[in-house]
């Protein structure tokens, strides 16, 4: 992955700050420079340090062949590995599951023993997990939160014990016991799906000729920082077009309160968009956009419409914007049901987390890219965030370029047949197949995960 530089500036703002150290930029230089000193030896201390070493030597030299011997076994034995906890929601979600092997296998790389736990989207299981592993040999704790507001006393005994705590995905809230969070920019992200539907929609255009086109949002979870961020950042592009009328929203609901859905939940996208379409566009039918924060809202659209009799052919079907790149909804993009989403690539999010816990138990200061940004309530947290992409039907294949999907998960015109179960008839003559005759591809295809070698 591409490194980024950090500002002179901030490095200085985040070593005040680091759970690392405290004071100024010079003290925590200063403490740095005087450790590798120690460590390394010179001048007098080597020195003395050489004489101590002799003058016990002579002391314990009854036995030199054998003095030599242990000297040689304690060199070579090798310490264990650090353990490090990966503790994630649920592992039943296609997403977090693919976290946790690649976070695994980071981890594994540079030499850590991973310790994966997963809540089961309980965020009483997983405060039990995160205080059950502070009670063993854990160095550092990565967590993605079921709950971002439920982990402040427990954590509160991890910052007690020393443990590093690195917020993954989603901002930990209400906690100082936060060390570093790694993430993508909901922003950022936002921005792109504003100016994607400013280009396609030419919504320039419009404002030229004083027309309109009609749009509704349906966003993030409201308990969720980066929807709020993601929000935002869509707002910051279109607010203009809604204050001028160039975009008309007729349901009146616009604000992030009114737009999200709580938990992503994609049954309550479908029953939003319904009641919009019911209330709101009797005689047009349908809205010309339909803006929303994550891909299941947008599948949910999706499927709200072609069950009305819309088809995604027609000359009137929206312009529907997703986030997240799931599998459902790139294979939407290539079929033109979706007309984007924002990619954010796993991958980099897992590495650069692991190169920030790897940095900090070295001793070191781990690389941000912001400090100002995320703020959980209790104290801005040094972040490190990732860079999204935006996905259309031009450019989905890039997907299968880079690994992320096989093409069978994502090409259009491919789909699952499900065959009816054989009826005792037919089972008498060709038997069913016992589920370890079922192939890898085949359950993968049903599941949507990911097929790719990790």
Known sequence: MKKRTVGILMGMTIAAVSVMGCGSNEATEAANESAEIEKEGSGEDAETESSE???????????DSSGEA???????????????????????????????????????????????????????????????????????????????????EVLTET???????????????????????????????????????????????????????????????????????????????LQPYLDDGTLVCSSGRTSFEDTGILRWGRERSVTEIEGILDEFYQETGIPDIICTGFDDAACGAVDALTDRGFSPDAENWPMITGTGCVAEAVKYIAEGKISCSVFMDRR??????????????????????????????????????????????GNYESLIDNGYYEEAEIAPGISVTVTPAPTEEQAEITGTPAPDELSEQSILSVLGGHSKEL
């Open 53 to 63: 070493e002799e003058t016990k030597e002579e002391r314990e030299s009854s036995d």
């Open 70 to 152: 242990d000297a040689e076994s304690e060199e070579t034995e090798e310490e264990p590995a650090l353990k490090v906890g990966v503790l994630l929601p649920d592992e039943s979600e296609e997403i977090w599951a693919f976290d946790g092997q690649m976070l695994k296998e980071y981890l594994e790389e540079d030499g850590y023993e991973p310790v994966l736990a997963y809540a089961r989207g309980d965020s009483g299981q997983q405060v039990s997990q995160i205080r059950e592993m502070a009670g063993e040999d854990i160095s550092a704790m990565i967590i993605a939160p079921v709950d971002e507001y439920s982990l402040t």
């Open 159 to 237: 910052k007690e014990k020393d443990i590093p705590v690195f917020s993954y995905d989603k901002l930990i809230r209400d906690s100082d016991g936060v060390s570093y969070y790694t993430t993508f920019s909901g922003r950022s992200s936002g921005r792109m799906i504003g100016e994607a539907i400013v280009e396609e929609q030419e919504l320039e255009k419009a404002r030229e000729n004083q027309e309109s086109k009609t749009i509704e949002f349906l966003m993030g979870s409201t308990d969720d920082v980066q929807s709020l961020f993601l929000y935002n950042g869509v707002m910051e592009i």
């Open 348 to 393: 980099d999010l897992a590495e650069e987390c692991v190169k920030m816990v790897d940095t900090y138990l070295k001793g070191e200061i781990p690389e941000v890219n912001d400090y100002e940004e995320y703020d959980n309530g209790k104290k801005i947290i040094g972040t490190y965030i990732c860079d999204p992409q935006m996905i259309n039907e």
